[in-house]
T-cell receptor
Framework: AQTVTQSQPEMSVQEAETVTLSCTYDTSENNYYLFWYKQPPSRQMILVIR??????QNATENRFSVNFQKAAKSFSLKISDSQLGDTAMYFC????????????FGTGTRLTVIP | NAGVTQTPKFQVLKTGQSMTLQCAQDMNHEYMSWYRQDPGMGLRLIHYSVGAGITDQGEVPNGYNVSRSTTEDFPLRLLSAAPSQTSVYFCASRPDGTYEQYFGPGTRLTVT
């Protein structure tokens, strides 16, 4: 079974600063994806960034980047130049490659961007 | 495309009542799933379907039934609602062979 752990229930960051959200996971699989999802107050689940386990290069999407450490089973999200619109719950998620491809989520980190 | 739609957006039930949460997608996706989200927990998989006529259980299936008679629709049925089923329910779909799941807007269900 897969487990995903987010050890920071809440975090805050000043506008324009950088913040890093932590995520660790446990799996015996070798081929998988990792994701960060954003859930603003609207409740909509929005995919922020993904990482394929076989790729060593860390994924980046504009102000969002990850630090993927496969051996340590760690997958942190860095948000640069934080904006007020980044205020949301952030969920780390795991998906095995192949099969039903269902998502396993962490418990989330509530991020508040302070003006 | 409307994407993934869910109805209703909000629902209040009394213990023991039954109801069906509707989910539909117009993207011809093979994979569809139902998740529930509880405070302090991430989303947990209830049931999923890999195509019309095929369903399977997820992590927390007890108290819920599903069926998949068409590619477009994947309803979730609560046969006898219990307060423990108070939650926000999300439906998601995904094309075969890809990784990205498309989520619906969610249904907030309260069972009193």
């Amino acid at each position: 079974a897969q487990t995903v752990t987010q050890s920071q229930p809440e975090m805050s960051v000043q506008e324009a600063e950088t913040v890093t959200l932590s995520c660790t996971y446990d799996t015996s699989e070798n081929n998988y994806y990792l994701f960060w999802y954003k859930q603003p107050p609207s409740r909509q689940m929005i995919l922020v960034i993904r990482q394929e386990a076989y790729k060593q290069q860390n994924a980046t999407e504009n102000r969002f980047s990850v630090n993927f450490q496969k051996a340590a089973k760690s997958f942190s999200l860095k948000i640069s130049d934080s904006q007020l619109g980044d205020t949301a719950m952030y969920f780390c998620a795991f998906m095995k490659k192949g099969g039903a491809n269902n998502l396993f989520f962490g418990t989330g980190t509530r991020l508040t961007v302070i003006p | 495309n409307a994407g993934v739609t869910q109805t209703p957006k909000f629902q209040v039930l009394k213990t023991g009542q039954s109801m069906t949460l509707q989910c539909a997608q117009d993207m011809n996706h093979e994979y569809m799933s139902w998740y529930r989200q509880d405070p302090g927990m991430g989303l947990r998989l209830i049931h999923y379907s890999v195509g019309a006529g095929i369903t399977d259980q997820g992590e927390v299936p007890n108290g819920y039934n599903v069926s998949r008679s068409t590619t477009e629709d994947f309803p979730l049925r609560l046969l006898s609602a219990a307060p423990s089923q108070t939650s926000v329910y999300f439906c998601a779909s995904r094309p075969d062979g890809t990784y990205e799941q498309y989520f619906g807007p969610g249904t907030r269900l309260t069972v009193t």
